[in-house]
């Protein structure tokens, strides 16, 4: 798939989505998927500081939930290594990449902080 | 677990104890029709005593579990909440990315079925500047869901 038929075919879903009502929005949009490190322990945490708080994520969270930062640049770079797994001829633009590749590229790439359990899972 | 029948009733809640707040994050842009999904419901409230001191009456009410110690600190002035449990998920963010205050982010501010949110536009805006992986991640399809909302309000014009 090309780009262009590629939106296309994305603004369609937001074309439909659009029409849905708030609650059926909400409905559809809200669900519990289970984040280690933060679904566990206390049901309260408060921070100071918003910084204060981006720390912890990155201390106590696995890297591939996503909460660590990333500079635009090597965020660049990643996307580009992913691009050159591709096989030709596969048609998954950089988009999809992000969404398909980078979680387990990064985990097999980098040592995270996550427990044993949680690395059986996405394994 | 966070259901649609908890926004409601959390909105309900909060402008019966007149909190000054809008929702943010991924469920800001739900409710503005982005299809995506969110775990969690993530609001913005101003930051000041009178605000604290409401927010922290409407969370009772919403029967988070809002100990003496709890209140204390979250009057004291906290950036971030996180509360997870019963009765639903939520964080609030008293000082999100990208906005120095809560009058520069209310120019941001759209209004859905009644819903205070914070407008695509002001959700890329924090996306950028908290940049994590996650937000870099859902930056493609958000600023083409802005260039779809941009184009269809044209065609609404024309």
Redesign the interface.
């Known amino acids: 798939m090309n780009a262009a038929e590629e939106r296309k075919r994305e603004w369609a879903d937001f074309e439909a989505a659009l029409k849905r009502p708030v609650a059926e929005r909400l409905r559809r949009g809200c669900i519990h998927t289970f984040k280690p490190g933060l679904d566990e322990g206390p049901g309260i945490r408060m921070w100071n500081r918003m910084e204060e708080y981006r720390l912890w994520c990155e201390k106590n969270l696995p890297r591939w939930l996503g909460y660590h930062r990333v500079t635009e640049g090597e965020w660049e770079r990643r996307i580009e290594a992913a691009m050159k797994g591709t096989r030709p001829g596969r048609g998954l633009s950089k988009r999809r990449h992000i969404a398909l590749k980078r979680p387990v590229k990064d985990y097999r790439r980098e040592h995270h902080v996550a427990p044993k359990d949680y690395r059986r899972d996405i394994m | 677990?966070?259901?649609?029948e908890?926004?409601?009733k959390l909105r309900q809640v909060l402008s019966r104890h007149n909190v000054e707040y809008m929702f943010i994050g991924?469920?800001a842009a739900?409710?503005q029709?982005?299809?995506?999904?969110?775990?969690d419901?993530d609001i913005y409230p101003r930051k000041d005593a009178q605000n604290n001191r409401s927010l922290v009456a409407a969370l009772k009410e919403l029967g988070?579990?809002?100990n003496s110690r709890?209140e204390k600190?979250?009057l004291k002035?906290?950036?971030?909440?996180?509360?997870?449990?019963?009765p639903f998920?939520m964080d609030v963010?008293f000082?999100?990315?990208g906005f120095d205050s809560f009058e520069e982010a209310k120019k941001y501010q759209v209004t859905?079925?009644g819903?205070p949110a914070l407008s695509v536009d002001g959700i890329i805006r924090t996306k950028r500047a908290?940049?994590?992986?996650?937000?870099?991640?859902s930056l493609?399809?958000l600023l083409?869901?802005k260039e779809?909302?941009d184009?269809?309000g044209r065609r609404k014009k024309t």
């Open positions: 677990m966070y259901r649609e908890n926004a409601a991924k469920g739900i409710l029709g982005f299809p995506d999904t969110t775990q419901i988070f579990e809002i709890t600190e979250i002035g906290k950036d971030f909440i996180q509360l997870r449990g019963e998920d963010v000082a999100p990315d859905i079925d819903y908290a940049g994590r992986e996650k937000d870099r991640a493609p399809q083409s869901f779809y909302l184009e269809r």
